[in-house]
């Protein structure tokens, strides 16, 4: 009959007499195209879901290095822990940037200039150049030597080759002590060594005593600071020299509770210092964010520029030895070469008030 539809799937998509030249074609293909739909429309909205979990990690990324403080202590020290390697958590953002990228997010990429504009405002400077040498100012190295180091004395020459005009060293034994004496007696012929730290210098060392930063429960010998006055051509100069005791990381957390005890009565041994100025020079276990040393990051200056990753030396993530300063300015941080020490020595420069 004409303008009959057949219906045979065999026939489906043929030329049908009588029907006018139209073609009878498949009833599904609206279907189909209506199931296209619905599918690009889900991925569309999987992308935007995608994009916005990135967002959120960005400003989660932002909100800890901001109110990193906020990080509670309670369980397993994990604020101090986070502030630790808290300049790491730059990396995030070059995480968070490949997959902001390759959606095309621009809520996720937007987001990500809130944990970049925080990191570069806490960080940002410490990879600013050193200022111009001024005419007040004093060149010092901090350096763990290790109790093991296996060679005193080219770690000596390394320290000495810097040309500071004060030089701390930590972990001296009795074995390598007359090995560091010798090597360094030409250009450092002033020295004091109390226990197992030691300062060198270039000028005439007076009040030299032991500084007992030992914390409870720890029990003898442990002697750990030494403090003097530094005669330098601009004025006295109290020098401090410390090693804190050590830090560790395990299932529980990190155990900080004797560093942290030492940081606080070295912090109070620097608030009755009498004299003006006064350095601080010594591994104290943690970095100048971790708020165990607030007892001295809260009473003296820290580097103004240089990340100076000092620990492992084999591959430094964190700078804990460090160079503090009261009414005078840490200038300038940086590494000098390895030794045979784990530790990596720093040297800074300091501008007297």
Not at 317 to 335: C, E, N, P
């Amino acid at each position: 009959m004409p303008g009959v539809r057949v219906a045979t799937s065999r026939w489906a998509g043929r030329w049908v007499p009588g029907g006018g030249g139209r073609r009878a074609g498949r009833r599904d293909a609206p279907g189909k195209a209506q199931g296209e739909t619905q599918e690009d429309g889900r991925g569309r909205s999987s992308a935007r879901t995608r994009g916005r979990a990135v967002a959120a990690a960005a400003v989660l990324t932002a909100g800890l290095l901001v109110f990193h403080r906020a990080v509670p202590n309670a369980v397993g020290w994990v604020g101090s822990l986070l502030e630790s390697f808290l300049p790491w958590l730059g990396l995030v953002v070059l995480v968070l940037f490949v997959p902001a990228l390759l959606r095309r997010s621009a809520v996720a990429l937007v987001a990500l200039l809130l944990p970049v504009a925080a990191w570069t405002y806490l960080f940002g400077g410490l990879l600013l150049p050193g200022p111009p040498v001024g005419p007040r100012e004093l060149v010092v190295v901090q350096h763990n030597v290790s109790d093991e180091n296996a060679d005193p004395a080219a770690t000596a020459r390394v320290l000495a080759d810097a040309g500071p005009d004060l030089i701390a060293l930590e972990e001296l034994v009795p074995a390598a002590l007359p090995l560091y004496e010798r090597t360094l007696a030409r250009r450092y012929p002033y020295h004091a060594v109390r226990g197992t730290v030691g300062l060198w210098s270039r000028h005439p060392l007076t009040d030299v005593r032991l500084l007992d930063i030992r914390p409870p429960g720890i029990p003898e010998p442990w002697s750990r600071g030494l403090r003097a006055v530094v005669r330098t051509p601009h004025g006295d100069v109290a020098a401090y020299v410390a090693h804190l005791p050590s830090i560790r990381i395990g299932a529980s957390g990190l155990a900080s509770a004797h560093r942290d005890e030492s940081a606080r009565l070295l912090g109070r041994a620097v608030a009755a210092e009498e004299l003006e100025t006064v350095i601080l020079l010594g591994d104290l276990n943690s970095t100048v964010d971790d708020r165990g040393l607030t007892p001295l990051t809260s009473r003296m200056n820290v580097a103004e520029r240089g990340f100076a990753l000092s620990f492992p030396a084999s591959l430094p993530l964190a700078r804990i030895d460090q160079v503090m300063a009261r009414s005078a300015t840490v200038r300038h941080l940086r590494t000098l070469p390895a030794t045979g020490s784990d530790h990596l020595p720093v040297a800074a420069r300091i501008t007297l008030g």
